[in-house]
């Protein structure tokens, strides 16, 4: 079945460290991938999203690259911010929609000053 | 503020009971989904609702059922509750007119539902 694997963490960073947050998925056919981000006390937020091979998508300083090659959409940002302190989500769509979306674990990061 | 509303946002019930958790979607969305985060387990997807038609279906027990309303509200009902439905709650909207659409999904803050 689709499933998606994500590193869970928790990952502790400082101020303007570089992060990278590994997601790979198995999935037949052509996927759509996100990544959704969860504050303290919120509900999920879309990120960023990709629907096809080599698309990238990006948003508040986070890109992710569709990578059909390495089954692979890795989460990077060059400089973290202590605002960026939650939890995120890698997901797939195997319908390539956001229909009965199917979730990574998620992993929190903790950014310090 | 995503616009999807969650109530209540925290409830705690005892084994064997049933309740009933509700989600107003964002204004203009027709479909409402619902999903279960626990520890072990992380988000799974439990069941999706479509102009009041049931559309995907998870791994929702038996012991739970859904409905969306003429009004586009949806209620999620827990019965027969056991310690291991303690977890939080999601209730997502999307404006999805059906398959493979590529409207994403809004979230509400959830319902933290506590089994004593």
């Known amino acids: 079945g689709n499933s998606v694997t994500q590193m869970e963490g928790p990952v502790t960073l400082s101020e303007e460290a570089f992060l990278t947050i590994n997601c790979t998925y198995t999935a037949t056919g052509y996927p759509s991938l996100f990544w959704y981000v969860q504050y303290p006390g919120e509900g999920l937020q879309l990120l960023l999203k990709a629907t096809k091979a080599d698309d990238k998508g990006s948003n508040k300083g986070f890109e992710a690259t569709y990578r059909k090659e390495t089954t692979s959409f890795h989460l990077e940002k060059g400089s973290v911010q202590v605002s960026d302190s939650a939890v995120y989500f890698c997901a797939l769509s195997a319908q390539g929609g956001s229909e009965k979306l199917v979730f990574g674990k998620g992993m929190k990061l903790t950014v310090n000053p | 503020d995503s616009g999807v509303t969650q109530t209540p946002k925290h409830l705690i019930t005892a084994t064997g009971q049933r309740v009933t958790l509700r989600c107003s979607p964002r204004s203009g969305d027709l479909s409402v989904y619902w999903y279960q985060q626990s520890l072990d387990q992380g988000l799974q997807f439990l069941i999706q609702?479509?102009?009041?038609?049931?559309?995907a279906k998870g791994n929702i027990l038996e012991r739970f059922s859904a409905q969306q309303f003429p009004d586009l509200h949806s209620e999620l009902n827990l019965s027969s509750l056991e310690l291991g439905d303690s977890a939080l709650y999601f209730c997502?909207?999307?404006?999805?007119?059906?398959?493979?659409?590529?409207?994403?999904?809004?979230f509400g803050n959830g319902t933290r539902l506590t089994v004593t």
């Open positions: 609702y479509y102009n009041g038609e049931e559309r």
């Open positions: 997502a909207s999307s404006v999805a007119s059906g398959t493979g659409s590529n409207s994403p999904l809004h």
